[in-house]
């Protein structure tokens, strides 16, 4: 049975698809008021969660929410926000969920209202990995504008509760970080899944490994990994740093080749 949060808030979430939703899932069950808006009706899902779901993101607003996130995808964030009555989110506590930081930090400063307070976050699991708990796994965030510190703690609170591993950390340093943990991640199993690699009948434990690698970050959508490399200045050079290591590999493995055909004469 959940503990119930001491200090209950009423959440609004921008975006109530699949990680919406299983945000929604959790936070209701700590006993938050949940609301959420989407492009597509998800008014029968949210009753099912025991949340509501508003098709106008007026009338989500209009139910009073102490935070309001934006659980879009990276490539939508700036349409999401040209429609969104912006002005709304006057006093309130925004929160990001997005898997780059620098970007939504940037976006969100330059328009939100002044008296908005803005938490960058990235929970670093989803609905596979933290199905049946969130215990240990890392929940970075950024107090990237905190006035009101006593509502940003309430909200950082839901996250102790569920015994995630904090982390606090700045947004470029998350990018940094991410461009050579989740986006080399994701890349190497794309190039693992244009290779068609198949389980056999004599996996080794490391292949086992990549094979799940290969699962799991090709269940994501393109547009998430595209949103990964556009979104993070960082995932260029990781790429040109990936292509380098292959040159130097295939030029070692030839070296040793013509070395081995030398020694032969």
Same mark, same amino acid.
């Given at each position: 049975m959940e503990t119930p949060?001491?200090?209950p808030l009423r959440i609004a979430i921008v975006g109530f698809g699949n990680f919406g939703q299983f945000l929604a899932q959790r936070f209701v069950r700590q006993g938050h008021q949940v609301v959420g808006s989407s492009r597509t009706d998800y008014s029968a899902v949210a009753q099912t969660i025991g949340a509501? %779901? %508003?098709a106008n993101v007026n009338e989500m607003m209009d139910v009073g929410p102490d935070v309001v996130i934006f659980a879009t995808s990276i490539m939508s964030l700036?349409?999401?926000l040209d429609h969104f009555p912006i002005d709304r989110l006057a006093g309130l506590l925004v929160v990001d969920v997005l898997s780059v930081k620098s970007y939504p930090h940037e976006l969100f400063l330059s328009i939100l209202p002044e008296s908005a307070d803005l938490l960058c976050t990235h929970p670093m699991?989803?609905?596979e990995s933290g199905r049946e708990t969130w215990e240990g796994l890392p929940f970075v965030y950024d107090r990237a504008r905190i006035r009101n510190s006593d509502r940003c703690d309430r909200f950082l609170l839901l996250w102790e509760m569920e015994k995630c591993s904090m982390v606090p950390l700045s947004c470029a340093q998350h990018d940094?970080?991410?461009a050579s943990t989740q986006f080399i991640t994701h890349t190497m199993g794309r190039v693992l899944g244009e290779l068609d690699v198949k389980s056999t009948p004599i996996n080794t434990r490391g292949y086992e490994s990549l094979l799940g690698v290969v699962n799991t970050t090709c269940k994501d959508s393109f547009e998430l990994y595209y949103g990964l490399y556009k979104y993070n200045s960082n995932a260029r050079g990781q790429l040109d740093k990936l292509e380098e290591a292959l040159r130097m590999?295939?030029?070692?493995l030839q070296a040793m080749e013509e070395q081995e055909k030398k020694s032969r004469l």
């Open positions: 949060h001491p200090s509501r %779901y %508003y700036r349409k999401v699991f989803g609905p940094e970080y991410a590999l295939r030029q070692r």
